[in-house]
């Protein structure tokens, strides 16, 4: 029987250590310029859309998108933290793909708490920004504008429009 204990517990011990843990949130880079078709997420090999950067991110991520226009409309992964960032609305643009239809949204997030999105020009959808469920949101240094039937649309706690 103590044998049995002691091959147990080694075990419970070796599957405690094997397991892999995330010690540290990472940076995520975006560049629609990378045409290389090595894309990884770094510096030397970004992805080459903000969807891609969102899908791989992880609670804690940020995400640094280089100058350039990017037609996407994007979906932010529910349950995910993390901030989306820009260098600036005059360089750094999200243009939604069709500004007619009712359901098109440049950027959706639903059921997404602790996020950051800022430094971006956020236009041509029928919605720019719609955070559904979604708390403590800060949109900081944004321009969003010329969408067809609302820019900005919030539903949830602590969501914070600084310097739009």
């Not at 080459?48 to 992964?77: C, H, P, R």
């Not at 005059?90 to 602790?114: A, F, P």
């Not at 067809?148 to 310097?163: A, M, P, Q, V």
Request: charged content about 20%.
């Amino acid at each position: 029987m103590k044998r049995i204990k002691k091959i147990l517990n080694w075990m419970l011990l070796g599957t405690t250590v094997l397991m892999p843990t995330r010690i540290q949130a990472k940076d995520i880079y975006i560049d629609k310029s990378n045409i290389s078709g090595t894309e990884n997420g770094t510096k030397d090999f970004p992805y080459n859309t903000i969807q891609e950067g969102l899908y791989f991110m992880e609670s804690g991520d940020t995400v640094n998108v280089a100058e350039g226009n990017y037609q996407e409309n994007l979906e932010w992964k529910v349950g995910t933290s993390g901030t989306l960032k820009g260098i600036s609305p005059s360089v750094t643009g999200i243009s939604g793909y069709d500004r007619n239809s009712l359901d098109t949204r440049v950027l959706s997030m639903e059921n997404v708490h602790d996020a950051t999105i800022e430094k971006f020009l956020i236009t041509n959808g029928y919605h720019g920004v719609y955070a559904g469920n979604s708390n403590n949101i800060l949109f900081k240094s944004n321009l969003i504008l010329g969408n067809k039937h609302r820019n900005i649309t919030i539903n949830g706690n602590n969501c914070i429009l600084d310097g739009n």
